[in-house]
T-cell receptor, first 113, second 112 residues
Framework: GNSVTQMEGPVTLSEEAFLTINCTYTATGYPSLFWYVQYPGEGLQLLLKATKADDKGSNKGFEATYRKETTSFHLEKGSVQVSDSAVYFCALHGSSNTGKLIFGQGTTLQVKP | DTAVSQTPKYLVTQMGNDKSIKCEQNLGHDTMYWYKQDSKKFLKIMFSYNNKELIINETVPNRFSPKSPDKAHLNLHINSLELGDSAVYFC???????????FGQGTRLTVV
């Protein structure tokens, strides 16, 4: 079945460091891929998305490229800020065309000043 | 002008009680969802409705019953609450079934 695997957290970085959060997936067909962010005490917000191979999603300095050959969608940011501290979720749409999102386990990012 | 709103935000209740969580979206979306987030932050879908029709029911105990009076509302009723039901429940909506979902703020349910 479809699944998403993210790197284990927590990830602790200093401000202005480079961020990579790895995400790989298993899916039939051509799923759409998403990164969601959950700030403390809040709901999930869509950070970025990619709907086909080689698409690059970007938002607020974050980027991720849909790599079909490696079944990956790694999240990157060149210079993190304290305000980026949150839980990041990689997700895909299942192949059943029901809108069901399958999430990775989430990666907690803590950025220290 | 909140897009997806849930009430209540916090719910503390005793085992055995029945409770409801309400969700409303003002985005004009056709599809709505309930997700459960456990204590380890893992998110899993529970239900999905498309134009008031149930399209996903993910092996959730039948103590959980969703109800969609119209396509802007999806409520979740839980009977005979158990300790293991403690979690954060998120409502979400999307314009089409395979587009991005917009999430509410969540309802933190604590069963004591």
């Amino acid at each position: 079945g479809n699944s998403v695997t993210q790197m284990e957290g927590p990830v602790t970085l200093s401000e202005e460091a480079f961020l990579t959060i790895n995400c790989t997936y298993t899916a039939t067909g051509y799923p759409s891929l998403f990164w969601y962010v959950q700030y403390p005490g809040e709901g999930l917000q869509l950070l970025l998305k990619a709907t086909k191979a080689d698409d690059k999603g970007s938002n607020k300095g974050f980027e991720a490229t849909y790599r079909k050959e490696t079944t990956s969608f790694h999240l990157e940011k060149g210079s993190v800020q304290v305000s980026d501290s949150a839980v990041y979720f990689c997700a895909l749409h299942g192949s059943s065309n029901t809108g069901k999102l399958i999430f990775g386990q989430g990666t907690t990012l803590q950025v220290k000043p | 002008d909140t897009a997806v709103s849930q009430t209540p935000k916090y719910l503390v209740t005793q085992m055995g009680n029945d409770k409801s969580i309400k969700c409303e979206q003002n985005l004009g979306h056709d599809t709505m969802y309930w997700y459960k987030q456990d204590s380890k932050k893992f998110l899993k879908i529970m239900f999905s409705y498309n134009n008031k029709e149930l399209i996903i029911n993910e092996t959730v105990p039948n103590r959980f019953s969703p109800k969609s009076p119209d396509k802007a509302h999806l409520n979740l009723h839980i009977n005979s609450l158990e300790l293991g039901d403690s979690a954060v429940y998120f409502c979400a909506s999307s314009p089409l079934k395979n587009t991005e979902a917009f999430f509410g703020q969540g309802t933190r349910l604590t069963v004591v």
